[in-house]
């Protein structure tokens, strides 16, 4: 396994975003790290179907010298968590629920964001040992609808995933998503293709201040 952080519940708390990266070619796994880091986030996500993404996982993690908790996200089976974790995620995201997933993770104490969008799946995920609900995609039913499921779900902390801009991200949180995981809105293709190192930087400044606003302004 490779060596990686553990995951910083803590740290992740004052900033709980999580950057989602998809697709993207090896050789701008290391500099998409450094922005990360001197943009303000401190998780990144690498979806399992990306090509060769244990492999990034693994550079990742070197790149991010314990400043950045590097996961693995779109896992959907026992064998992609096992490849995740080997390669030194040390945190687990998957699209929809997988019990098997989710309590494989509970067992091994390795957090993790399950997706759901319905309130039964919300629940399910909730009671499987879930660390947070990724409610995803939230951008198919806005802010109201995580205000609604707040309402008898008060305890369950959700991960505001899908269309989420530093523009939205307020109204989510007012709402009561507790945190977020940020994809193409921060990680933008033609920016990444383009290598705009310092456009990344500064955007994800900008989701970083747009939460940091909302706390302070008490959501």
Not at 12 to 41: C, E, K, N, T, Y
Not at 71 to 77: F, P
Not at 136 to 153: E, I, M, Q, S, T
Request: aromatic share 6%; glycine share 8%.
């Amino acid at each position: 396994m490779s060596a990686a952080a553990a995951f910083d519940a803590t740290r992740f708390a004052v900033m709980p975003l999580i950057a989602i990266l998809r697709g993207q070619q090896a050789s701008h796994i290391a500099p998409i790290v450094r922005a990360l880091i001197d943009g303000g986030f401190n998780a990144l996500e690498i979806t399992m179907n990306t090509p060769g993404a244990t492999e990034q996982i693994r550079t990742a993690v070197a790149s991010a010298h314990n400043r950045l908790a590097i996961g693995a996200g779109t896992v959907t089976s026992l064998v992609e968590l096992n490849a995740a974790h080997n390669a030194g995620a040390c945190f687990i995201v998957t699209p929809v629920v997988v019990p098997e997933v989710i309590m494989e993770c509970v067992l091994r104490g390795l957090p993790v964001f399950p997706g759901a969008f319905t309130p039964t799946e919300v629940q399910q995920a909730d009671r499987l040992g879930a660390t947070m609900v990724k409610l995803f995609p939230a951008h198919r039913l806005g802010p109201d609808y995580v205000r609604d499921l707040k309402a008898p779900f008060p305890h369950i902390r959700l991960l505001a995933t899908g269309g989420i801009t530093p523009e939205t991200l307020p109204e989510y949180a007012r709402a009561g998503a507790e945190g977020f995981g940020i994809g193409s809105p921060l990680l933008q293709a033609d920016r990444l293709a383009a290598e705009d190192w310092d456009w990344l930087r500064a955007r994800a400044e900008k989701f970083c201040t747009a939460w940091e606003t909302s706390v302070h302004s008490g959501k």
